[in-house]
């Protein structure tokens, strides 16, 4: 009996191993995609050694290889008559649960390979929500910052122009990430409409509520987020009341994740943008950020101008310096290392739970881990927005809205139920606590099983 257990193992060993060293040669200069892949396939194999069949049907080697990417070249004119070229991305990756869904990022450090780690993410993510969505995600190395609105626009339009070809409300879902707000998917959203001659809504998420968009779609990932770490914290008898929180960022999830950790009874001590962080020790006054960031679309550095009690510190790593109890880090991939994992540790941090994609290298992850740190890994902490993106999809399939009230507490559902799925798969392939293997597990199986059912191709 022991010696099955133990050739099992090495046999999923083995086939892991031999799928990551052929996709290392693949992709040798893509760091961020293999740093992906390689999280994923340590936790997957308990699974391979329970469940030959996926070996005997190669679904690590079918689930890693995208289903297609497709790069295109933006050319637009900016306000000085100069024509720019941008290169745009869709990585359509897996559709066996349903349509490729995944945002469109701009950022200038968009590549192939962050495409990819988050295409992939992707994936496992939407299978945990539950609900009929594959895995994509997209975007351009075009840089938003300092543009004005009439050059976004005419970004948008022509990224649209040939991006209209490969999508559709039951092929492909873009919907928004980092750069990408409502003003830059209604811009999207019109250029789609005007080429396609139809009203079909269920194209893109994160529209403007009341133009197709879902209320409490802005607001989802961010309060996921919280109600992902209140289950989390249930679990060890606690709640966020007068707990200390740090957030990282103050875009979309960073604000919404205040928001609703205040809303809970916490006290959020900082946040930051790619510049610098703000320190508050007397709690973020958040009425005040959303001025900053979302109606004036200032640097975070001017919070300082109106509150005594804040100082600004230039620098992004700096911000895990501070003594909390929760640390929320929402801003981007690798801004904690193991580094800032063990100054985290030492302060006597409770639980990090993931807003952005990756924000905790590998090696920090295995310090939270090994330090006994309650961990949400993003690919479920994180998952409420692509979750209520599909809701959106929902209320456009059935020409319909529902209220803030309906569409908060459907996220709500989604969020204990991602966060029991990971527990439970945690514990049943023996790894109670260990969400990051859970949410893992959890993701691939579902994908792998209809993998296998629907044949090969
Ligand atoms: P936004 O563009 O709204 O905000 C991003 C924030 O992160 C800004 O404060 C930005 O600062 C900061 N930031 C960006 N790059 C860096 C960097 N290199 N170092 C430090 N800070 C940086 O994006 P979102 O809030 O939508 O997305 C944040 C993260 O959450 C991303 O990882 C995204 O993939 C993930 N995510 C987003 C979802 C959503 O629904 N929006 C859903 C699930 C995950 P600055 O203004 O200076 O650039």
Redesign the pocket.
Known sequence: MTTQVVSNTQYAKEYIDGVFEALKEKNAHQPEFLQAAEEIFLSLVPVFEQNPAYIKHNVLARIVEPDRIISFRVSWQDDNNKVQVNRGYRVQYNNVIGPYKG?L?F?P?VNESIMKF?AFEQIFKNALTGQPIGGGKGGSDFNP?GKSNSEIMRFCQAFMTELYRHIGPDVDVP???????AREVGFLWGQYKRIRGAYEAGVLT?KTPGYGGSLARKE??GYGLVYFVEEMLREANQTFFEKTVVV????????YAIEKAQHFGARVLAC????GYIHDPEGIDIKLVKEI?EINGD??NTYVEYRPTATYHEG?TGIWSIPCDIALP????N?IDGDSARTLIANGTQVVAE?????SNLEAINEFLNAGVLFGP?KAA?????AV?ALEMAQNSGRTYWSFQEVDEKLHGIMKSIYAQSSEAAKKYGYAGNLVVGSNIAGFVKVADGLISEGVY
């Open positions: 945002g990022r950022h450090t988050l910052k919907a928004g990430d980092i750069g990408v707000g994160g989802a990932t990282s960022g103050s875009g979309n999830v960073a604000i930051s943008d790619s510049a960031k640097r975070i992004c929402c801003a981007t991939q801004e807003g952005a994609n990756m924000p993003g994180n998952a409420g927005g692509v993106s």
